[in-house]
């Protein structure tokens, strides 16, 4: 019976390792997935609707990178069924953008990588995005002309948000803005040219950009447009009561629209019924230093214009304007000429210049050349009558202190002072 026994449990015990063994080849023990390792970046270039992120993998011992790429959430553990930015193929690390943000918000961000055995995600990272301010803009100055002035600028900050409308606004005050007056940039490049300024004038000038939180303006810049001919002679400016008048005689040889005025040095002045020019004993030092002596033909070019962009021949109206002013024609010669002996011989009566006029004694001309040191003789665009073969004419002397309203033979030469456009 005990010989029995031990026979049956050896018999068990055999039954038992074959089922052990046979289950164990039946049934493999199954493999561990490799996903990939990676870590998340911390944001950058973080504005009010985007930011930069990134990721790092660090591992892979499975499969190839299917693709890694960034989610992100407003709730904490994004996964793929969030926001993504996807693409990335390789080991290492990548970055990628988030946008269309909310301002001034927290958002969740994982760094993920996909291969064949499953998708993994890196650290869970924070950030705010921020809040959003007006845009910034810096203002630059290219050329300045007459009546003009080219103007450059840039969007230096918008916050993220899109810039609605650009542009430029100025003022004759500090400080303008769209309340004064604009021109709107509405092509890719921050560029304009601001017009209808008057020539010899100070501006200020101010870039702006607009977006949905307001409106910003750049630095601002002063700026005083030229007084120039088509010769490249420049002048300056005064201005006496409501009119602006320039320092300096013309000394343009060219009408506005580029023709050429001739230089007649003879006897023919007499007998021209055209526009000429020329200096004071036909010295072109004495042009430099007084300007041109002009007969009225060339004054009154209408169809070429004698005078700089912005710029034109005073009438006889107004050189009574500037006389009243004064205290009437019997005062205004002495508060108009250049004081001191250097250009109006002596005693110069009455000569203050007060108003910085600043008038020479370029003397004149008609088949000679007279007076240069005594007096000073200046055009105005008025005939005595119409169709007259007279002007207007006011003279200066070295010896009184009044202006004088003369008219004169249309072939005489004198000077030519211009008044600013209004």
Same mark, same amino acid.
């Given at each position: 019976?005990?010989?029995? /026994?031990?026979?049956?449990?050896?018999?068990?015990?055999?039954?038992?390792?074959?089922?052990?063994?046979?289950?164990? =080849?039946?049934?493999?023990?199954?493999?561990?997935?490799?996903?990939?390792?990676?870590?998340?970046?911390?944001? =950058?270039?973080?504005?009010?609707?985007?930011?930069?992120?990134?990721?790092?993998?660090?591992?892979?011992?499975?499969?190839?990178?299917?693709?890694?790429?960034?989610?992100?959430? /407003?709730?904490?553990?994004?996964?793929?069924?969030?926001?993504?930015?996807?693409?990335?193929?390789?080991?290492?690390?990548?970055?990628?953008?988030?946008?269309?943000?909310?301002?001034?918000? *927290?958002?969740?961000?994982?760094?993920?990588?996909?291969?064949?055995?499953?998708?993994?995600?890196?650290?869970?990272?924070?950030?705010?995005?921020?809040?959003?301010?007006?845009?910034?803009?810096?203002?630059?100055?290219?050329?300045?002309?007459?009546? !003009?002035?080219?103007?450059?600028?840039?969007? *230096?900050? !918008?916050?993220?948000?899109?810039?609605?409308?650009?542009?430029?606004?100025?003022?004759?005050?500090?400080?303008?803005?769209?309340?004064? #007056?604009?021109?709107?940039?509405?092509?890719?490049?921050?560029?304009?040219?601001?017009?209808?300024? #008057?020539?010899?004038?100070?501006?200020?000038?101010?870039?702006?950009?607009?977006?949905?939180?307001?409106?910003?303006?750049?630095?601002?810049?002063?700026?005083?447009?030229?007084?120039?001919?088509?010769?490249?002679?420049?002048?300056?400016?005064? *201005?006496?009561?409501?009119?602006?008048? @320039?320092?300096?005689?013309?000394?343009?040889?060219?009408?506005?629209?580029?023709?050429?005025?001739?230089?007649?040095?003879?006897?023919?002045?007499?007998?021209? *019924?055209?526009?000429?020019?020329?200096?004071?004993?036909?010295?072109?030092?004495?042009?430099? #230093?007084?300007?041109?002596?002009?007969?009225?033909?060339?004054?009154?070019?209408?169809?070429?214009?004698?005078?700089?962009?912005?710029?034109?021949?005073?009438?006889?109206?107004?050189?009574?304007? /500037?006389?009243?002013?004064?205290?009437?024609?019997?005062?205004?010669?002495?508060?108009?000429?250049?004081?001191?002996?250097?250009?109006? #011989?002596?005693?110069?009566?009455?000569?203050?210049?007060?108003?910085?006029?600043?008038? @020479?004694?370029?003397?004149?001309?008609?088949?000679?050349?007279?007076?240069?040191?005594?007096?000073?003789?200046?055009?105005?665009?008025?005939?005595?009558?119409?169709?007259?073969?007279?002007?207007?004419?006011?003279? @200066?002397?070295?010896?009184?202190?009044?202006?004088?309203?003369?008219? @004169?033979?249309?072939?005489?030469?004198?000077?030519?002072?211009?008044?600013?456009?209004?």
């Amino acid at each position: 019976m005990k010989k029995l /026994l031990i026979c049956h449990f050896t018999c068990i015990a055999l039954a038992t390792i074959l089922f052990i063994s046979c289950k164990t =080849t039946e049934e493999p023990k199954q493999e561990q997935l490799q996903l990939p390792v990676l870590k998340t970046k911390a944001a =950058t270039e973080i504005t009010a609707t985007s930011a930069t992120g990134g990721g790092n993998i660090t591992a892979n011992d499975g499969s190839n990178i299917i693709t890694s790429g960034i989610c992100w959430s /407003l709730k904490s553990t994004p996964t793929l069924s969030d926001s993504i930015t996807k693409g990335y193929t390789y080991m290492g690390e990548y970055t990628g953008s988030l946008r269309n943000l909310l301002s001034d918000t *927290t958002y969740y961000v994982r760094a993920y990588a996909t291969n064949y055995d499953g998708t993994a995600y890196g650290n869970q990272i924070t950030f705010r995005t921020l809040k959003p301010t007006i845009p910034t803009v810096k203002t630059t100055l290219s050329t300045i002309y007459n009546t !003009s002035a080219k103007i450059e600028a840039t969007v *230096t900050s !918008s916050s993220g948000l899109s810039i609605l409308s650009k542009g430029f606004c100025w003022s004759e005050t500090s400080g303008p803005t769209l309340s004064d #007056k604009t021109t709107e940039v509405t092509v890719s490049d921050f560029k304009s040219e601001i017009s209808n300024l #008057k020539s010899g004038s100070a501006y200020y000038v101010r870039a702006y950009a607009k977006s949905s939180v307001g409106i910003g303006y750049g630095n601002e810049l002063k700026i005083t447009t030229t007084i120039a001919d088509l010769d490249g002679n420049t002048y300056h400016a005064v *201005t006496i009561g409501t009119q602006t008048w @320039m320092v300096e005689n013309l000394k343009t040889k060219k009408y506005q629209d580029g023709t050429i005025i001739p230089n007649v040095t003879t006897d023919a002045w007499t007998s021209l *019924t055209t526009g000429a020019w020329c200096d004071f004993t036909n010295s072109a030092s004495n042009g430099l #230093k007084y300007g041109h002596l002009y007969n009225w033909y060339a004054v009154n070019n209408g169809k070429n214009n004698l005078a700089p962009l912005g710029w034109h021949i005073p009438t006889n109206d107004e050189w009574t304007t /500037l006389t009243d002013y004064l205290g009437g024609l019997s005062v205004a010669g002495g508060k108009l000429k250049e004081v001191g002996t250097a250009n109006w #011989k002596s005693p110069n009566t009455g000569a203050t210049n007060e108003t910085g006029f600043t008038a @020479m004694a370029g003397g004149w001309t008609y088949l000679l050349y007279f007076n240069m040191g005594a007096d000073g003789a200046w055009w105005t665009s008025t005939e005595v009558s119409l169709n007259s073969d007279k002007a207007w004419s006011k003279f @200066m002397y070295y010896n009184y202190n009044y202006v004088e309203n003369v008219d @004169m033979s249309k072939n005489f030469g004198f000077s030519v002072r211009c008044v600013r456009d209004n």
